[in-house]
């Protein structure tokens, strides 16, 4: 299934493997504050999706779909050595992540969804998906970020303070955005809003499964919790003063919460 795109991947440290999967819009630096901290127990490997950060951008919408995308990470582990491999996926990694766990499980050691779903967003149809992808596939990247920023999907008040406390964000930010292809952005766009709902298999995954959210993240912060009750099994965290992206926002209980859960499971090797 290798369709010849190239994927720019690092990998961090020894141990059982982690690898880290960003959202839409996201790079691979998304992780970069904890790394050093996985990694003293872990191998990590973290990689900038198709269309993202340092990793080819493909001009066909064709190119960006979640199958495509689940490929992709079955990939990086193949390249990256992990046979068998703990993974979490942050909002659209997760929905990414999550087929991976269905697809593979026997791969899959432990999965953690942090501010996603298991299946359609509320409020979040394939009407307005249709609008995002016509304004990013025919007006441009400008016009798609003034869209962007006059919805404010995934404002919090968690973000405004971040971005205040740490004026370097706002850099960070923008390179991700400049690292983004608007294609993969459309197209991703009505693959999230056409996505199915897959609470019932991973109702029956056999792997750990913690679920992660952002007690700000009003987008996803329901989704999270009826994942969670619909997994037997899962744990759920809801990390206070957090939104959509608690690994900055609250990076101490978000670390704590993660280290905790993967600590907790049985010794793996690579």
């Known amino acids: 299934m290798n369709d010849g795109v190239g994927l720019a991947v690092e990998v961090v440290g020894d141990g059982p493997g982690l690898m880290l999967v960003h959202g839409l819009g996201g790079a691979k630096e998304d992780f970069a504050d904890h790394v050093p901290t996985l990694a003293r127990d872990h191998t990590v490997v973290t990689f900038d999706n198709r269309g993202h950060g340092e990793s080819d951008s ?3 919408p064709a190119a960006y779909t979640f199958e495509r995308m689940v490929a992709d990470t079955l990939a990086v582990a193949d390249a990256t050595g992990l046979d068998r491999f703990r993974l979490l996926g942050h909002s659209l990694g997760g929905m990414v992540t999550r087929k991976v766990a269905i697809q593979a499980g026997v791969r899959v050691e432990a999965l953690v969804m942090m501010d996603t779903c298991a299946g359609p967003i509320p409020g979040f149809e394939l009407e307005l998906a249709q609008i995002g992808a016509d304004v990013a596939f025919k007006q441009g990247k400008q016009a798609l970020k003034d869209l962007m920023d006059y ?14 406390e740490r004026p370097d964000y706002v850099d960070i930010e923008a390179r991700r955005w400049e690292g983004m292809s608007e294609i993969a952005w459309g197209a991703l766009a009505l693959e999230v809003g056409a996505q199915s709902d897959d609470l019932p298999a991973m109702a029956a995954l056999q792997c750990p499964v913690l679920v992660l959210v952002g007690e700000q993240d009003e987008s996803f912060l329901g989704t999270s919790i009826s994942m969670a009750e619909g997994i037997p099994g899962a744990q759920l965290v809801v990390i206070p003063d957090g939104g959509h992206s608690p690994q900055v926002e609250n990076p101490s209980a978000w670390i704590a919460a993660l280290t905790g859960f993967l600590s907790a499971l049985s010794p793996a090797t690579v």
């Open 58 to 60: 493909p001009t066909d």
């Open 151 to 164: 919805v404010s999907f995934l404002e919090s008040p968690a973000h405004q303070k971040l971005v205040a």
